[in-house]
């Protein structure tokens, strides 16, 4: 939690919350779990204690939050449609534990097949990679950061590259930089606040690979999402354009440039739009091992491709 502020309550007095909080979720379709991720980073318990209830028997349990606080956050959850995650400020992300607000997208697990990709692009024989030129090695770019997660999960598997990550939001950026810090990827991450390339015109040609999770969902369509992403997710993020392609287009014409020779090409995209991404690919003419792959449902969601 953001909120410093310490309260102590019996084991007794937080399972009758949490019994009250999850009678009203059952009743607003809100997702059970919920009650429980909300306790477990306000209140330390662990999932076992909270599935088994043996908290009752606890004397005293410090939490974070007044248990008033708590029940207005909870509140906003079911009122509100509020993303637990920006309740508490935190999520969830591979290994990390990131700050989130409104100013960036909740990374979701999906976003996490990139990373993934990246390292398996790296690793593969078939890219049209230069013998001895390591893409380990040099920069790379997530394009579009947000919270930061893409270019912290490239610091991660990639210790030796440098990641250059980008955003319009300063907003957004202010988190990211958060993240990096914390988390101790300081001196590995370099934020830029621009569009896309244009901060980082003096790298052309440079780059051993380019991330981004960029807005896809068409225009008409974004007021149709659920409504914790439609009513708190920052639009900006998510609106792609009339056809959604907006930014894809973007980043498929700008970005040979700044790619090296069989550097990686790698993006999130919507539900059907696989077939359109990968034409788009091939009417450029600078890309070359043009793949789709699937997310954790088996849609096809991340389009990878090399610089010839």
Not at 28 to 36: K, Q, R, W
Not at 64 to 86: E, F, G, H, M, N
Not at 182 to 197: A, H, P, Q
Request: with cysteine; hydrophobic share 45%.
């Amino acid at each position: 939690m953001n909120n410093p502020q310490q309260s102590v309550v019996s084991g007794w007095e937080l399972w009758q919350w949490r019994d009250r909080a999850l009678q009203a979720a059952a009743k607003a379709g809100v997702p059970l779990g919920e009650v429980d991720w909300l306790l477990l980073e306000v209140a330390g318990l662990d999932k076992l204690a909270l599935r088994l209830a043996s908290f009752r028997d606890m004397p005293q349990i410090q939490i974070t939050v007044p248990l008033s606080k708590l029940t207005t956050l909870w509140q906003q959850r079911i009122a509100d449609r509020t993303p637990v995650q920006y309740l508490v400020g935190v999520t969830h992300w591979r290994h990390f534990s990131l700050a989130v607000s409104p100013a960036v997208l909740i990374p979701r697990p999906e976003t996490e097949c990139p990373i993934d990709l990246a390292v398996a692009a790296y690793n593969s024989s078939t890219g049209g990679i230069i013998p001895g030129n390591s893409l380990d090695e040099g920069h790379w770019a997530d394009l579009g950061t947000g919270s930061g997660a893409i270019a912290l999960g490239l610091a991660d598997v990639f210790p030796s590259a440098t990641i250059h990550a980008v955003d319009c939001s300063a907003a957004a950026l202010a988190i990211a930089q958060q993240n990096s810090s914390r988390l101790g990827f300081k001196d590995r991450i370099r934020f830029y606040e621009g569009s896309w390339w244009q901060p980082l015109s003096a790298l052309i040609g440079q780059f051993s690979g380019m991330v981004a999770n960029p807005p896809y969902i068409p225009s008409s369509l974004v007021p149709q999402l659920q409504p914790e992403v439609a009513w708190h997710e920052p639009h900006l993020a998510l609106d792609g354009g009339v056809d959604g392609l907006d930014c894809i287009r973007h980043l498929i014409e700008a970005s040979p440039a700044y790619l090296r020779p069989g550097g990686i090409w790698l993006i999130e995209m919507m539900a059907g739009q696989a077939p359109v991404v990968a034409e788009l690919l091939h009417q450029q003419g600078s890309y070359c091992q043009i793949q789709i792959f699937p997310d954790l449902a088996g849609i096809d969601r991340f389009a990878l491709a090399y610089r010839k």
